[in-house]
């Protein structure tokens, strides 16, 4: 066990692009646990594009991160050392523990969630994990896919969707992909099964959807927004669905964003848009992960982490999340 608690802190809120210089390293003691609380080590730590909303104080679905606290992340550990019965020491959990080796919790004040021994650090934070529920629930309770239809998603390489696509291909649909490199977009084809993909850096982005969606999307899994989700409207089929899962292209934007013009073809296709957040169907996550375990047994569906080592990278690695250095879930290991 480490004799301190390395830390990351909200230093500044960010302007623009993300900056190390907006996070501030601390060494703090390893925090005391009383009755009925567990000591949890982190083990890796999770690289996700809301946080840097949270810097900002732009996510409004989770409380304000305030200068100085420290910077809120999805994590993997191990229980260390336990004063209540019900999780004793050796318990592998996922929850929000933050830029931190060690947190505390009495199971209600940071919730977690019990991930058995065998489960993969990386699959309990990816795919068994935020972005994989996301995946999840996104894809089949607001895009509700059907045989034969046309689903298109953007940040296909990414963990969120990379996962979406897969479980949309499980559903007997039609799956085109777009990623930033010709390397993630061979990959979305030759290794996970999608149909087509789009390189949308180097390619014309609605030639390419002419071409490879000749009757219309049905559904399309938004992650980054921006000019992508209006191409994609202008080529919604009747009756599509239209998923805003998120939108990364703003996220790091200065001044004001434009909104999307194609949104009046909801109208003339009877269309759904739907935003959602992943954390409203908590209570489902344990369903959602029998299912997605049972498809990653079956071989059905893969997964991919890019793992980048070390506590002192975390403000590095989010930069690079931004910068599409990842394949699937990107994630710092720490221990
Ligand atoms: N609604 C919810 O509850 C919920 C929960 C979790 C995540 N999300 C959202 O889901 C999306 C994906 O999150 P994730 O954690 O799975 O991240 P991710 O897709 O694993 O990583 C982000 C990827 O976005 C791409 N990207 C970066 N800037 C871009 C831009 N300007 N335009 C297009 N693509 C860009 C990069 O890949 P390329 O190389 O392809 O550019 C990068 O690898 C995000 O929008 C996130 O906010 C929503």
């Known amino acids: 066990m480490n004799d301190i608690n390395r830390q990351f802190l909200l230093a500044a809120r960010p302007s623009g692009m993300v900056k190390e210089s907006d996070f501030e390293y601390r060494a703090s003691p390893v925090p ?7 000591l949890i080590r982190t083990s890796h730590i999770s690289l996700d594009p809301s946080m840097r909303g949270q810097m900002e104080n732009r996510a409004d679905y989770v409380a304000p991160l305030q200068i100085g606290d420290v910077m809120r992340a999805g994590c993997v550990g191990t229980i260390v050392a336990s004063r209540n019965p019900d999780f004793p ?3 592998q959990v996922g929850g929000t523990f933050g830029m931190q080796d060690y947190c505390v919790s009495d199971g209600r004040n940071v919730p977690f969630r019990v991930f058995d021994a065998d489960i993969d650090p990386t699959t309990a934070l990816g795919v068994l ?3 994989g529920m996301t995946a999840y629930f996104g894809l089949l309770e607001i895009g509700e896919p059907k045989p034969g239809d046309t689903v298109v998603i953007s940040g296909a390489a990414g963990a969120t969707g990379s996962v979406a696509g897969q479980i949309a291909k499980i559903h007997g649909c039609t799956v085109i992909g777009m990623a930033g490199s010709d390397e993630k ?3 979305l084809t030759d290794e996970l099964g999608f149909d087509a993909s789009i390189n949308y ?3 014309d982005i609605g030639a390419e959807l002419d071409r490879l969606c000749p009757n219309g999307i049905n559904i399309y899994f938004d992650n980054v927004g921006g000019e992508i989700l209006d191409l994609c409207l202008e080529r919604i089929a009747m009756n599509a669905r239209v998923v805003i899962c998120g939108g990364i292209s703003r996220y790091n934007a200065t001044g004001p964003i434009p909104g999307p013009k194609n949104y009046f073809n909801l109208v003339f296709r009877r269309a759904r848009m739907e935003g959602f957040i992943v954390l409203d169907y908590a209570d489902r996550f344990p369903e959602a992960s029998a299912v997605m375990q049972r498809w990653i047994d079956e071989g059905k569906l893969k ?12 403000p590095k690695a989010l930069i ?3 910068e599409g250095y990842n ?3 990107l994630m710092v290991k720490t221990s």
């Open 32 to 38: 005391e646990i009383g009755d009925g609380e567990v």
């Open 89 to 91: 020491e050796g318990i």
């Open 129 to 131: 994990g935020g972005t």
């Open 185 to 187: 977009c061979a990959w």
């Open 201 to 203: 850096k180097t390619q």
């Open 303 to 314: 997964q991919q982490a890019t793992v980048i080592d070390g506590f002192r990278e975390l």
């Open 320 to 322: 690079r999340l931004f």
């Open 327 to 329: 394949t699937g879930k």
